[in-house]
């Protein structure tokens, strides 16, 4: 094949300068292509039972047709929940038996299960809850409740969360505009257990974006990328009342902080996974990192497990995950959520650099030697990941230089 091309409908620089390093040519929407970066909505409508699209032994495409099991956020539970209940049957002798599958704070699906929720709410009426959208980004309709009453102004209002949070991405208000339609369709919400007491570095509190390659889910074949990051709030944490809806001292995202007058944009804020790394060790000893380590990647490794029985695993298909995970003061890793497009706008020098090396690095498993996009490629190594495969379980390695495979 002398010429190769590629076609995108997502125009983010660290995307289209890998594509053009390769040689690869800009397909129009009239002409066939071999590579489609898309965006999610793309490829649920390319993969539907009404398209007539068949994709061909070479062409590959960037995302699951049902990514969605994962990464949306009521899904993502249900089917952790699922597997919990799965595992806990079977009660099979675990490799690292300290390990549990209580990685996802307790969570309940608005208004579905507000029942259950409200049961749970009673046994411990001094907890916080955090609610969130179940199909938004980057802390858009986010907010923070102590009391039942919120969530029944928040359900009497159309669960519009565009009252709650001084900093927080507003949401528009359901039910507005012409009052003889009908209403939407309403919005769900996950309500999860706020994670009250996260580790805090500087006094701030932080979270883990690990990028996560998948290209197949039968069997399971996942890459961690090296270069995760930690991404810190702007203020100082507090868990007061009177500073709950200030989604600058609550939220990581940076379409939040950097509304904030303290949002450094040199560094934007963010730290590397082996700058932590090195931070737990100093502190707390570098067995507590080895294993803080371990723990991360077992809740990858699960949160995957959980899922796949429900996944279209396409041979022309491949994915990166954003993965979002808080730890606490315990050093226990929790899983908040999965996106199935992890932002590639770039804010810093160091972030562009990372954004095109996890690129160029995806590419490097998905293409085959010659470069040629093939959708029978059994994918190669690429030193800028992990590989992580599950014929059996095996951890991602700590050692940078080295890659166990089972």
Known sequence: MSRITYFTDME????????????????????????????????????????????????????????????????????????????????????????????????????????????????????????????????????????????????????????????????????????????PPRESYVISKYIESPLLIGGKKFDLRLYVLVTSFRPIRAYLFRRGFCRFCSAKYDRSTHQMDNMLVHLTNVAIQKQGDDYNPHHGGKWSVEDLLFYVAS???????????????????HSLKAVAPMMLSDPHCFECYGYDIIIDANLKPWLIEVNASPSLSTTTNTDHFLKLSLIDAILNVVLPPDGVPKCCLTHIFSKNFLYYRFSKFIYFQRQMEQTSVC
């Open 12 to 183: 983010k620089s660290v995307v289209t300068a890998n594509f053009v390093k390769r040689g690869w040519t800009s397909a129009t929407s009239d002409e066939d292509w071999n590579f489609y970066w898309a965006n999610t909505q793309t490829c649920r409508s390319l993969f539907s039972a009404e398209s007539s699209y068949r994709l061909g032994d070479y062409q590959l495409i960037n995302h699951f047709p049902n990514h969605y099991e994962l990464t949306r956020k009521d899904l993502m539970v249900k089917n952790i929940k699922r597997y919990k209940r799965e595992q806990d049957k079977e009660r099979e002798t675990r490799e690292r038996s300290q390990f549990n599958l209580e990685f996802v704070p307790v969570t309940f699906v608005l208004p579905a299960d507000y029942n259950l929720f409200a049961e749970e709410y009673r046994r411990c009426p001094t907890c916080t809850w955090i609610m969130k959208p179940c199909g938004r980004s980057q802390g858009s309709g986010i907010f923070l409740v102590t009391k039942l009453s919120r969530i029944k102004k928040w359900s009497n209002e159309g669960n519009s969360a565009s009252t709650y949070g001084r900093h927080a991405v507003q949401a528009s208000s359901v039910g507005s505009g012409n009052p003889q339609q009908p209403a």
């Open 283 to 301: 502190h707390r000893g570098s067995d507590a990192a080895e294993l803080l380590w371990q723990e991360i990647c077992w809740v990858i490794g």
